[in-house]
């Protein structure tokens, strides 16, 4: 049987608690798929994949270094030299009909490209970022036998930049139902509901924004408590001149409380009676609008990137992004509005339900996967 690679960047880490958005989605959508292997640059066993599942190839820690430090005034030439020792190994191992499904990174798959064909296999690229934006003569070269987009947002801002591309897909991200679902009782009026707010604690993400939103909140006497889960990355991450700004600007009713996972993460999903996630960059596709969806919480989102294509249908409130009077109405009309919380987290996880489950995510993966594999019957038929 033919084998799906699935390469991993360079700064992500097969792991659950050290790992990203990537690794989330590997271990959610190809936990049961026994003909799929993780690339990475470093793994641990927190996804519980067994060993013959998992290839660290350690060279991609150095070249991790060596892309932030001195690689940064190199030509791309030469970092495509570099790049090409590193997965000389990886390429010896492809066999006819194997695909590698490299996220995230297109000087890799440009590099990959060659050897993958030359050894009979197929090269996929899926974009969870607007990385594809700084490598559009390398993109507008490339013989990819697909594309895919963790939205429509970055498919069609991909081809207004590359041209338009034959073999593109959609394939949206998903939440695990198992871990985040609604409360078992519904959530209480409280006399000062929670908003929670998860993301990774840097300027794009707009806490400074939610801040002075609270700020205006407390002014106008509206009672309310947020509570921000994350850190400036992910696992241990320390902190930064912008997230200890962050904790000297915070109002009272503003807790931080560091980076969670798993269950942890799902119960303060189920705790909390508002969601919002007020990013002022065009965030593709964020996962936990999705995993919010999941635990029957009300979002307010700002209008940007990927993020109304999950919150529509009366799942959320959308504001525009960098407006402090926007967000703190909607966070208002929300916090002062049981019955509306309770509407639109009900709508929310109806929506989540239908299209966000990882479930439904390895449906659509498992289909663009038999395509794939039956053009190359037919390639080598032919």
Known sequence: MPTTYHLLTEGEPFSEFKGGAISRWCANVLRDDSEAVVVTPFADESWGFPKNRVIAIAELQTYARFRKGVGRY??????????????????????????????????????????????????????????????????????????VFCSNFLKQEAEYNCGSMANAAVLYNGADQKLFYPPMQLRESKPEPVILLASRLVPDKGIHIFLEAMKLL?????????????????????????????????????????????????????????????????????????????????????????????????????????????????????????????????????SFKQNFTWTAVRREYTALLQSLTTCSNLAHSV
């Open 74 to 147: 190199c030509p791309r030439a030469i970092r495509r030299v570099v790049l090409g020792r590193i997965f000389k190994s990886f390429l010896a191992r492809l066999k006819p009909g194997d695909i590698v499904w490299q996220h995230n990174r297109p000087e890799f798959a440009s590099v990959l490209e060659r050897g993958v064909h030359a050894a009979g296999g197929r090269l996929v690229l899926h974009m969870q970022n607007s990385h594809l934006l700084h490598w559009v003569r390398t993109a507008s070269r490339m013989e990819l036998d697909h594309i």
């Open 218 to 350: 407390q002014r106008r006497g509206v009672l309310a408590r947020a509570r921000i889960i994350g850190v400036s990355g992910f696992g241990g991450s320390s902190d930064t001149d912008y997230v200890r700004r962050l904790r000297t600007e915070a109002p009272p009713s503003v807790g931080f409380e560091g980076y969670c996972v798993g269950a942890e993460l799902a119960e303060k999903f189920r705790e909390a009676d508002v969601f919002c996630l007020p990013s002022i960059w065009n965030d593709p596709f964020p996962l936990t609008t999705l995993e919010a969806m999941a635990s029957g919480l009300p979002i307010v989102a700002t209008q940007s990137g990927g993020i109304p294509e999950a919150v529509q249908g009366g799942s959320g409130m959308l504001v525009p992004r960098g407006s402090v009077d926007d967000l703190a109405n909607a966070l208002e009309l929300l916090v002062r509005n049981s019955e509306m919380r309770s509407a639109m987290g009900q709508s929310g996880y109806r």
